[in-house]
């Protein structure tokens, strides 16, 4: 079965404070492929990364970044210099294969930031 | 490019009634998925549609069901409503397979949907 937990419910950091996100997956599968999102209050989810299972580089995106690490099963996801605009709840989500959008999101974490 | 459009955004509908949602894929897109997100479940995978034909459905009731037409566009259909099914249903659009890697979903802004 497969199975994302993010047991931060809830983050509160003053602007321009680094933040860092935690993810852990489980799953039986050997391919899979790891995102994150961000829910604005406006309600969609905009995609943020992409990340598959046999790619364990680390990533960075102007202010942010990834680490993904196999032996903890983890996809941290860190915000540096965090701002205002960054409030969102963040969710990471695991899908199976490659060409499947059945995503398992995990239940989410509430970022605030404080100015 | 537009994106990922939901109609109608508030739907306000009483117990026992139904409900359809229309989601329009962005330009080019196959693959249409749709999710219930609740305060209690969180996010949760309803279906998933590619070139007409359900292709994963997810541990919801055959009270939920949904299709995909030939231009991509599909929708959702709630029958028997219950106070439960108030949730955002969210609408996912991608590529749909292909070698090389999963495609990100693009998601709508949804449809809140309530249940009196």
């Known amino acids: 079965a497969q199975k994302v937990t993010q047991a931060q419910t809830e983050i509160s950091v003053v602007e321009k404070e680094d933040v860092t996100l935690d993810c852990v997956y489980e799953?039986?599968?050997?391919?899979?492929?790891l995102f994150w999102y961000k829910q604005p209050p406006s309600g969609e989810l905009v995609f943020l990364i992409r990340?598959?299972?046999?790619?364990?580089q680390n990533e960075i995106s102007g202010r942010y970044s990834w680490n993904f690490q196999k032996s903890t099963s983890s996809f941290n996801f860190t915000i540096t210099a965090s701002q205002v605009v960054d409030s969102a709840v963040y969710f990471c989500a695991l899908s199976k294969t490659y060409n499947n959008n059945d995503m398992r999101f995990g239940a989410g974490t509430r970022l605030t930031v404080k100015p | 490019k537009a994106g990922v459009t939901q109609t109608p955004r508030y739907l306000i509908k009483t117990r026992g009634q139904q409900v359809t949602l229309s989601c329009s894929p962005i330009?080019?897109?196959?693959?249409v998925s749709w999710y219930q997100q609740t305060p209690g479940q969180g996010l949760q995978f309803l279906f998933e549609y590619f070139s007409e034909t359900q292709r994963n459905k997810g541990n919801f009731p055959g009270r939920f069901s949904g299709r995909q037409f030939s231009n991509s566009r599909s929708e959702m259909n709630v029958s028997t409503l219950e106070l439960g099914d108030s949730a955002l249903y969210l609408c996912?659009?991608?590529?749909?397979?292909?070698?090389?890697?999963?495609?990100?979903?693009?998601f709508g802004q949804g449809t809140r949907l309530t249940v009196v």
């Open positions: 799953t039986r599968d050997t391919t899979y492929y």
């Open positions: 330009s080019g897109h196959r693959s």
């Open positions: 990340r598959n299972s046999f790619d364990e």
């Open positions: 996912a659009s991608s590529l749909g397979p292909r070698q090389g890697g999963a495609t990100e979903a693009f």
